[in-house]
Each structure stands twice: as structure tokens, then as C-alpha cells.
């Protein structure tokens, strides 16, 4: 876990990338310098196509004049990974945190679990694979991470393909994979969700997996110091990428337990 304590969700609806960019890196300004609590940021933007630290113009598969012709934008950004696109249908999160274990991987295994927690609750099965971060259904790509920190203060973050025309995903090479199939919640169901029921979702499992109080929650008869955090974070994070890589599901994970840190950083799991 992260930590307890308070986390401001905000809603930016539609807007285009280079003002939610701008809007972030404020975000995290004021976050390092203690003036705002956590954040956790969700929009949805206009067609763009971002590149990562990894990647280049070399990751798309069309002229950028195609893409302007298109009015798809294109930024460089200093995110991890390489190509990926974004746009209407698609629910983007930002959570702006201040990371307490200072540890990258811990922090994107979380963030992966959370997306694949709410891929599982819409009846989809959430597929890992190992070093490729993103979360697979049926062999097709349905959520992408890129991640940036700055004084462990984290930027950037995951999407999720809700009703996304994945046609979009034509223009570039997904991640630096050719052969990548796009998937979304929609086409795996056959049917239109609601954006604003996926957020709740990751809302909701975004708090349980990372610690943080739910204000609007009715306090159960167990007090919070009953939660016990994680003791040895990396070892959580070895467990975590040992089951992923066995294919296995527990029943800590599952039943969404409070405590699966202490479990997972001694090496146990159900």
C-alpha cells in the first residue's frame, strides 16, 4: 500500500493534451512543494498520439501531415515506453502521487493491478505479460501505462480502452509492436459503458490497493490501524510479478484484502 490518507479526485471531462499536460505539471509542482494533497486526475482527450522516452517519429505509420490532416495531435513527452494514442472513448488517469517507498516498479505493478481489477469487475479476463507493461484481454491490448516521476512525485499514468475506436491505433506502431492487436471494454461486451461507472471503478479499487481512506465510505467496526501496510515493498513486488508470471490468481487478491501486503512481503500468498 501506499499510504492512508487524503486523496482529491478531479474530473478535467474533454480536453486537449497540451493544456491536461500543462495542468499536470502544475499538479505536481504544488505537490512537491507540499501545497495540495494527492491527486488522482481522470480526462479524455482529442485524437493525439504520444511519444515517449523510447520512442520517435520513427514509431508512426503515417506522415505527420497525414496526422495534422486528420486533426490528431503529436507530442513528445518524457513519460517511459514509446508510441501511444489517445481519444474519445478512452478513459486516461493521472494520479499525481508522492511515492512513499520510493520504488518505480511497486508503483506501476499497483497501478496495473488497479486497471486490471476493473477489466475483471466488467466480467473480461485480465491478461500480464512479463516486461511489456499493459494489460492484455483475449491477446489484444485493452490498457497502456506510461509513468514519469519527478522528486517521487509521479505524472503521467495508464488508459484504458472503454469505447474507443481502436481504428485510431492504425496510425502508429502501439509500444513499438507492429504485430499489436487493440482491444476495448465495448468490443470485448458488445455494447456502449458508461465512462463515468469505469472511473467509479477505478476509483474505488484505486483506493483499496493503494491505501487511501474513502471518505464517503461508512466506516466499518474494524479501526484503520487494523490495516496493516507492506513491511518490505520489493518483496511484495517480487510475489506479485511471480504469480503474474505463473498465471495464478489468489484469493488475497481477489476478495480485495486489506492487508495483502503483509502477506505478499513474506512471501505468502492463497
Request: proline share 5%; net charge positive.
Amino acid at each position: 500500500m501506499q499510504k492512508t490518507g487524503s486523496l482529491k479526485i478531479i474530473d478535467w471531462g474533454r480536453l486537449d493534451y497540451g493544456h491536461a499536460l500543462r495542468r499536470q505539471k502544475e499538479l505536481v509542482d504544488e505537490r512537491i512543494a507540499g501545497r495540495c494533497s494527492d491527486h488522482l486526475v481522470f480526462v479524455e482527450h482529442p485524437p493525439v498520439v504520444t511519444l515517449g522516452r523510447s520512442g520517435g517519429l520513427f514509431d508512426l505509420c503515417v506522415s505527420e501531415h497525414t496526422l495534422h490532416r486528420k486533426n490528431v495531435e503529436i507530442f513528445t513527452v518524457e513519460r517511459g515506453g514509446r508510441a501511444t494514442f489517445h481519444g474519445p472513448g478512452q478513459m486516461v488517469t493521472y494520479p499525481i502521487i508522492r511515492l512513499k517507498s520510493k520504488d518505480l516498479h511497486v508503483y506501476l505493478y499497483r497501478l496495473l493491478d488497479v486497471a486490471a481489477q476493473v477489466v475483471q469487475s466488467f466480467g473480461l479476463v485480465p491478461e500480464f505479460r512479463q516486461g511489456q507493461p499493459g494489460i492484455w484481454v483475449g491477446g489484444a491490448k485493452i490498457a497502456s501505462v506510461g509513468i514519469a516521476v519527478r522528486k517521487w512525485v509521479t505524472f503521467h499514468g495508464l488508459a484504458l480502452n472503454v469505447n474507443t475506436d481502436t481504428d485510431w491505433f492504425r496510425l502508429i506502431v502501439p509500444c513499438g509492436r507492429s504485430d499489436e492487436k487493440i482491444t476495448s471494454i465495448s468490443h470485448e461486451l458488445g455494447k456502449t459503458i458508461e465512462l463515468s461507472e469505469v472511473k467509479t471503478r477505478f476509483t474505488a479499487s484505486f483506493r483499496r490497493i493503494f491505501g487511501y481512506i474513502d471518505p464517503t465510505a461508512r466506516q466499518g467496526p474494524h479501526p484503520q490501524w487494523l490495516v496493516r501496510p507492506p513491511v518490505d515493498m520489493k518483496a511484495v513486488s517480487r510475489m506479485e510479478e511471480r504469480l503474474r508470471r505463473l498465471k495464478l490468481a489468489t484469493v488475497c487478491q481477489s476478495a480485495l484484502c486489506p492487508n495483502i501486503g503483509e502477506c505478499f512481503g513474506r512471501g505468502v500468498a492463497t
